[in-house]
């Protein structure tokens, strides 16, 4: 799965329709409101049991996923990346196990 990377949002944040890609059961999951770019949606609150993003595993990760299309790429927010350490090289983004 590709992800952007979003130092902007808090949680994981996963479509409808990605989710359902990804089999993933959440629809009795309390539903919350977000701010978005342009307004507040709703979204499901859910718990990832782990995220693996290029070799760095993070287990019990926060997230949401929101009643539609949008977005239509998943956005890697800082429930993952405040463990990790994110740095730059050139015009590579560059994430390192920060080990938490």
Sequence with gaps: MVFLIDTGV????????TAKLL????????VIPIQTASRIEKAYRVIFDSVRVAGIVRLDVAG?????SQPP????GTSFLSSIHVGQKDKYMLLRDGGD
């Design 23 to 30: 089999k993933l059961k959440y629809s009795k999951k309390r």
């Design 64 to 68: 949401v996923i929101t009643k539609g």
């Design 73 to 76: 790429t998943p956005l890697l």
């Design 10 to 17: 808090t949680l994981i944040t996963l479509s409808a329709a």
